[in-house]
């Protein structure tokens, strides 16, 4: 695997590639990489002949007061295991050559709506901050197709939006969501919990399974079901975020009739604030 910095390194390497014929993927992370982000590189080899994944902490994505400064950097081992994963190019920018012109001079890409709720309400400018990135990423690569992760169910959705709307010839793929023995969502943000918080961790996914059950019994007080659970978390140990059954097509608020749902739910234990989901479907 090659280890690259710039774009115009980038862009030269990979026209080769596609000259001779190759189907470009794409893995965008921010490094830290854990089981999960692997899953996504052999997802993209699976439809693609050229993995590129990308390694960069994005400050846009990142509020006042967030953990940017504190957020793990491990590039060493990340090549190590994207090698191993069988990646051909980590692209591996600095924050200069993302932003040549500075943060504030940087033109931003806006997802309405769907940008605003959840973790969009809870992270103001996060999903502009995600969607400018990624669409700055696929210009520079011209990938044929990109993998994210459905834990992150709200972003996957604003990313599809988003290239929907700019007519961008990219084929985004969700890959599932890998999880620990205990249920718990593999995250890099999981290496702020101690001992006793990995423990209590789990009841998080526990409060979706036990809430999908519950509605796949016939349950359709949502609202009520919603509370339970915040209370449940709280009750473990959890500082509650918010924990909402929604419509798949555009995370609104789920109405009894609705078939097609998912639940998603964000709660801070301790140093991290843990996100999850559950897809339902009736």
Request: proline letters at 4%; hydrophobic letters at 45%; glycine letters at 6%.
């Amino acid at each position: 695997m090659k280890t690259i910095h710039t774009i115009a390194e980038l862009r030269s390497t990979l026209a080769a590639e596609r000259a001779a014929g190759k189907r470009i993927g794409l893995v965008p992370t921010m490094g830290n990489l854990h089981t999960g982000h692997l899953t996504l590189v052999h997802q993209a080899a699976a439809s693609a002949d050229i993995i590129v994944a990308t390694i960069f902490v994005n400050p846009l994505q990142f509020g006042a007061g967030e953990d940017i400064e504190r957020y793990p950097r491990t590039l060493a081992e990340d090549r190590d295991k994207l090698t191993e994963a069988g990646c051909h190019y980590l692209f591996a920018p600095d924050d200069a050559e993302m932003y040549p012109n500075g943060r504030d001079n940087q033109t931003e890409v806006i997802v309405p709506k769907i940008s605003t709720i959840h973790c969009g309400a809870s992270r103001p400018g996060h999903f502009e901050g995600v969607a400018t990135v990624v669409c700055k990423l696929f210009g520079i690569v011209q990938p044929d197709m990109a993998v994210f992760g459905e834990k992150d169910f709200q972003q996957l959705q604003v990313i599809r939006q988003m290239t929907a709307d700019l007519f961008l010839p990219v084929d985004v793929q969700g890959a599932a969501i890998a999880r620990n023995e205990h249920g718990l969502a593999l995250s890099s943000r999981n290496g702020y919990l101690s001992d006793a918080e990995l423990d209590i961790a789990p009841a998080l996914n526990r409060a979706l399974r036990e809430t999908k059950a519950a509605i796949e019994a016939g349950r359709r007080d949502f609202s009520t079901l919603e509370e339970s659970a915040q209370q449940a978390l709280e009750a473990a140990g959890f500082k509650r975020d918010f924990f909402n059954i929604v419509r798949q097509q555009d995370l609104l608020a789920a109405q009894p009739d609705d078939t097609l749902l998912v639940i998603l739910a964000a709660a801070h234990l301790g140093r991290a604030r843990l996100i999850d989901n559950i897809v339902i479907e009736l």
